[in-house]
């Protein structure tokens, strides 16, 4: 690592930017998620009001329905993985900042690279599984506009 400096940049900057991006990511989801619970909210006032709304708006009310709801939970799995994504590259960076400010010591402790790569990882994972859900919530938002669009052709 002494003769490359960008390695200790990447062991600290990575996950700091990582972080950042997580954190971006939370704000559209978040965004996402209003509007997934105020379309469900809608639903379920629907049904308790017995009238007819869902289904002069979508071909298939009860599929409306259950995608609606899919959609929330796989948008609060999504944000829950995020919150972890954030926290494992923000340790990661904060141990890579430890990592080495120790080394610079007097007396040359050291922070195991492999941990800080490895929770750096982690977060990864999790980050690749965020977008899993936001790739198969964006999927039940495509077919409720199908169900809105199959209804209005009729």
Same mark, same amino acid.
């Given at each position: 690592?002494?003769?490359?400096?960008?390695? $200790?940049?990447? !062991?600290?900057?990575?996950? &700091?930017? $990582?972080?950042?991006? +997580?954190a971006t990511m939370q704000n559209s989801a978040t965004i996402r998620y209003s509007l997934a619970i105020a379309q469900w909210r809608e639903f379920r006032a629907s049904i308790v009001a017995s009238d007819d709304l869902i289904s002069r708006h979508f071909a298939d009310g009860q599929a409306a329905q259950h995608l609606? &709801?899919?959609?929330?939970?796989?948008?609060?799995?999504?944000?829950?993985?995020?919150?972890?994504?954030?926290?494992?590259?923000?340790?990661? &960076?904060? %141990?890579?900042?430890?990592? /080495?400010?120790?080394?610079?010591?007097?007396?040359? %402790?050291?922070?195991?690279?492999?941990?800080?790569?490895?929770?750096?990882?982690?977060?990864?994972?999790?980050?690749? /599984?965020? $977008?899993?859900?936001?790739?198969?919530?964006?999927? +039940?938002?495509?077919? !409720?506009?199908? $169900?809105?669009?199959? %209804?209005?052709?009729?």
């Open positions: 690592m002494d003769e490359n400096p960008f390695m $200790l940049l990447s !062991l600290i900057g990575g996950p &700091a930017i $990582l972080t950042n991006a +997580c609606a &709801a899919r959609r929330i939970r796989r948008l609060l799995l999504g944000l829950d993985l995020l919150y972890a994504a954030a926290g494992l590259f923000g340790a990661s &960076a904060l %141990m890579g900042l430890a990592g /080495a400010i120790l080394a610079a010591a007097p007396a040359g %402790m050291d922070v195991p690279v492999g941990l800080v790569a490895g929770v750096g990882g982690v977060g990864v994972l999790a980050l690749l /599984a965020a $977008l899993t859900m936001f790739v198969l919530e964006s999927r +039940c938002a495509r077919r !409720l506009m199908a $169900l809105q669009l199959r %209804m209005q052709v009729h």
